[in-house]
């Protein structure tokens, strides 16, 4: 389980939320309209909606995220929740969710089965994903530099799938899909000083727990080898994002 900080992911890795912009747009929500916001970080679009006047619940599986997200939006209610098993209990109008449904890898039928039930008929999914190939170029020099190092191939822990099958998910578990976009979108990484070393960090911690910080530090220098070619650029480095945006709508 990642280890988020939550102070990092709001400042050097701000960038999450203002892409995220454009969702909102997207899902257009409307005065007294309910609405959950599945995977919310620390609550940065859900205030966005909620501004919009939607009464809105924001979920996350990471408690430190929450717990910023309750001191910067008081007005605004949250609550620790996992999109494998979460339940309410009226149904919503909406669900949002914005570079989170990656991370729910563990099942994600389950995950969009949850968003159904969650749904009043009519209702939406309005969502924005890595999609295949996102990172492509940063997993690939994590697992080089792993292999290199003698290690086991690390099981990376995301979801990135191909617009085919995240749409035939989406029919499967009762929804007709409206919208769905695939395209890159290479980010800079401005506050990463130790370009895709701090990316590992920051998104892939959890596979370099239990290593000695020698050997960390080592496969992190060699990641940073492998990857600069492709993603450093003479004004810094740069995530090689593909993502997945998608609005449907419950049967």
Not at 61 to 85: C, N, R
Not at 101 to 121: C, F, G, K, Y
Not at 166 to 194: A, I, K, M, Y
């Amino acid at each position: 389980m990642t280890r988020w900080n939550a102070r990092a992911y709001d400042s050097s890795f701000g960038y999450v939320s203002p892409q995220g912009a454009p969702l909102v747009d997207l899902l257009d929500p409307q005065p007294g309209e309910h609405v959950l916001d599945l995977g919310c970080g620390t609550g940065v679009l859900t205030a966005e909606i909620a501004a919009r006047g939607a009464r809105v619940l924001g979920i996350d599986g990471s408690t430190a995220m929450i717990e910023k997200a309750l001191a910067q939006y008081p007005g605004i209610d949250f609550i620790v929740g996992d999109g494998h098993d979460f339940s309410v209990v009226q149904a919503y109008d909406a669900v949002f969710s914005n570079a989170a449904l990656h991370w729910m890898s563990r099942d994600p039928r389950t995950v969009i089965a949850n968003v159904r039930e969650a749904l009043r008929p009519g209702g939406r999914f309005v969502a924005e994903m890595g999609g295949a190939g996102n990172c492509a170029e940063l997993t690939a020099a994590l697992s080089t530099a792993w292999r290199e190092y003698g290690l086991r191939e690390p099981e990376l822990p995301w979801y990135f799938p191909t617009p085919a099958e995240h749409s035939r998910l989406l029919e499967e578990e009762g929804f007709v899909v409206r919208l769905l976009e695939n395209f890159d979108r290479p980010t800079p990484l401005d506050e990463c000083p130790g370009g895709a070393a701090d990316w590992v960090r920051m998104y892939a911690g959890s596979l370099l727990e239990g290593l000695p910080a020698d050997l960390a530090d080592a496969l992190l220098r060699r990641v940073n080898e492998l990857a600069a070619p492709a993603l450093r650029r003479e004004t810094g480095w740069m995530a090689d994002y593909v993502r997945l945006r998608f609005a449907a709508v419950r049967r």
